[in-house]
């Protein structure tokens, strides 16, 4: 019937069925009723857990705890809403892990791809270099054998001349021995007789056969120790492949490097709790901007009261971030702090006391003057005007830097090195009425 428009007319037009309540057609109506009194089920039980018809609340429910289906299914439907709230928490935290995670993937890969071109210029260097000192000696061992070789047939010219001479004379004097005539014999004695004591032009100096087998030798020994040296070298560095961590700085130096590391926007969402009554926040708790009037903000223990200052929801753990914020108005603060840092009182304020660092960016006429503040010591900076700051944080190496950001360049403002004790949060400062800073995606 629920689905016939004319039996549902009357619902309509007559005033006797004005009380009704009409709800959605279902086609499990029977389900509705009770199977026992065939009267509809408008009664819960919550002794039973069971929804009953008001004859089953005056017979064998008798006593129990009842209340209308309707306020049950109210009650419940806040149960269910808080259950879905929780969900849907937890489906945002999971979502920003994936970000978090793929952001990871992407420095990861990143690192890789850059050590292994990094490994494959310098081992291509040292492959040059050891091919060039290989071919320095080759050309010193060819040198060397020139020039002994060289000596060396010099000294065999000298001796063939030598020997040709001795062979002469051996000639001469076997012939004066074979004389008969004995005048004749004694006339040419005399000028022969002395050939056998002429003195050798050269003399060859025994030593070993050895010549550039010690060439051979040190080049071997030099090998060995070459092979030790980068066996060390080779063990340490895989020794630093297996213990990297890819979440350390790679030293970013551009604006492209930086994003590497760069956070979604959605992870800078203002605390409202911590938000002092004057600062209005807007584009989803990313924009803080201080107001003339106060905000109508509850009483909370963590709530900054007398400066108009906020800190973001989520702590920024060990690894190295990078953020972008972009402002506007006569001043604002750039911030990170502990969570802990005090909420009154003149050491509240970013910068003023030890656990809070910051930023301080106040135009001046056309000028705008840079202070970086912590523990109310103050650093004053020259730099060109931006009004968008880059701030990147390696958390476990101690650093901090700012950095005014024009289009893709980046001038570094202020670095900080020191050691980071707890986690650490993003905050802003907007201290003059109309100033504004928001959290901005890099792209």
Not at 191 to 219: G, K
């Amino acid at each position: 019937v629920s689905y016939c428009e004319q039996h549902l007319q009357p619902h309509y037009e007559s005033p006797a069925f004005k009380k009704h309540k009409l709800v959605e057609a279902s086609p499990k109506l029977q389900e509705n009723i009770c199977t026992r009194h065939n009267e509809v089920m408008k009664i819960f039980c919550r002794t039973d857990q069971r929804c009953i018809c008001y004859l089953c609340s005056m017979d064998e429910h008798k006593g129990h705890n009842m209340v209308s289906a309707a306020a049950e299914m109210a009650e419940k439907q806040k149960e269910l809403g808080a259950s879905r709230q929780k969900i849907l928490q937890r489906i945002q935290s999971r979502e920003k892990d994936v970000r978090v995670l793929q952001r990871e993937e992407k420095v990861i890969s990143h690192s890789a791809d850059k050590a292994v071109e990094d490994s494959k210029k310098m081992s291509a260097e040292l492959i040059r270099l050891i091919k060039k000192r290989s071919s320095d000696v080759k050309q010193q061992i060819r040198s060397r054998q020139e020039a002994e070789v060289s000596r060396v047939k010099t000294l065999q010219v000298k001796l063939k001349q030598e020997l040709d001479g001795l062979r002469r004379n051996n000639a001469e004097l076997e012939k004066l021995l074979h004389t008969e005539d004995h005048t004749l014999f004694l006339q040419n004695y005399v000028s022969l007789s002395n050939l056998a004591d002429s003195e050798d032009s050269s003399s060859i100096n025994n030593r070993p056969v050895q010549y550039f087998e010690d060439v051979t030798v040190a080049v071997s020994k030099g090998r060995e120790k070459l092979q030790d040296t980068l066996g060390v070298i080779w063990n340490s560095i895989s020794q630093k492949v297996i213990n990297v961590d890819v979440l350390l700085p790679q030293n970013p130096q551009t604006r492209a490097d930086f994003s590497l590391y760069a956070l979604d926007k959605d992870y800078f969402r203002l605390d409202r709790n911590t938000a002092s009554m004057q600062i209005l926040l807007s584009e989803e708790n990313c924009k803080a901007t201080c107001m003339k009037d106060e905000q109508s903000y509850p009483n909370h223990p963590e709530r900054f009261m007398g400066k108009s200052q906020v800190l973001c929801r989520q702590p920024l753990m060990i690894g190295h971030h990078y953020w972008e914020v972009e402002w506007s108005g006569l001043g604002v603060s750039i911030a990170v702090a502990y969570r802990d840092i005090a909420r009154t009182g003149p050491k509240s304020k970013f910068g003023d006391n030890d656990k809070s660092w910051a930023l301080e960016c106040v135009k001046k006429n056309d000028l705008i003057i840079y202070d970086f503040k912590h523990n109310s010591h103050k650093k004053s900076i020259t730099k060109p005007p931006s009004s968008k700051i880059g701030v990147y944080l390696s958390h476990r190496a101690g650093m901090l830097c700012f950095y005014s950001v024009s289009g893709t360049t980046m001038t570094l403002l202020h670095r900080v090195q020191t050691t980071f004790t707890q986690p650490l949060h993003a905050g802003l400062g907007v201290y003059y009425y109309g100033a504004a800073a928001e959290f901005c995606d890099v792209k």
